[in-house]
């Protein structure tokens, strides 16, 4: 399951972003500085939330809180779910997932990139709530894996393309049908 992701867009490129999806974008806590990198369960990472006025909010959050046996809440499952309140897009040009490695003597596990192929931008579907001693936290959720994660892994993560990202914000409908895997073909996998 997801366990890292990569975000090398820094607040600039992720405002063009927002802009060319029409989204009217905010910096609440101001503009955060945070430079391109992989980003690890627990980490502090920017993420993008709806607001009352309807405006998107830039703002950094931690990924996972402290699920009941102490072990970090970093995936949900979306199926059959529909988060009438606390989603949250989570940035990302990139996610990484990991398989038995394909040398037996070796002792780490493969590791491997999932990115867009078309070079079109996502966001990972996301779940924000406020976690007593942390303040706001977010988990990832998942779904069925796609044609392209299948042979990697059972589960993935919902990417959502910028045509979404309005609806998953802020609709107030359900949006179940958004929490499915995107079409073959639209992720590239590289070793990393």
């Known amino acids: 399951?997801?366990?890292?992701?990569?975000?090398?867009?820094?607040?600039?490129?992720?405002?063009?972003?927002?802009?060319?999806?029409?989204?009217?974008?905010?910096?609440?806590?101001?503009i955060p500085n945070f430079e391109p990198r992989e980003v690890h369960i627990t980490d502090r990472a920017p993420i993008v939330r709806a607001s009352d006025a309807g405006v998107a909010q830039l703002v950094e959050r931690r990924w996972s809180w402290p699920g009941p046996t102490g072990k970090p809440v970093y995936n949900l499952r979306s199926d059959n779910r529909e988060f009438p309140a606390g989603r949250c897009l989570v940035l990302a040009d990139g996610f990484y997932e990991y398989t038995a490695p394909a040398d037996p003597k070796q002792r780490r596990?493969?590791?491997?990139?999932?990115?867009?192929?078309?070079?079109?931008?996502?966001?990972?579907?996301?779940?924000?709530?406020?976690?007593?001693?942390?303040?706001?936290?977010?988990?990832?959720?998942?779904?069925?894996?796609?044609?392209?994660?299948?042979?990697?892994?059972?589960?993935?993560?919902?990417?959502?393309?910028?045509?979404?990202?309005?609806?998953?914000?802020?609709?107030?409908?359900?949006?179940?049908?958004?929490?499915?895997?995107?079409?073959?073909?639209s992720l590239k996998v590289a070793a990393a």
């Open 109 to 185: 596990k493969d590791r491997w990139l999932f990115s867009p192929s078309g070079g079109e931008p996502f966001a990972i579907a996301g779940f924000l709530r406020d976690t007593p001693g942390i303040g706001e936290a977010f988990s990832l959720l998942t779904t069925t894996p796609s044609p392209d994660v299948a042979p990697y892994h059972s589960r993935q993560i919902v990417l959502l393309r910028p045509a979404q990202w309005q609806r998953w914000l802020q609709s107030p409908d359900p949006v179940g049908d958004l929490l499915q895997p995107l079409p073959a073909g």
């Open 1 to 30: 399951m997801c366990n890292l992701y990569r975000l090398e867009k820094g607040p600039d490129a992720i405002r063009k972003l927002f802009d060319g999806a029409q989204i009217p974008l905010s910096f609440p806590e101001g």
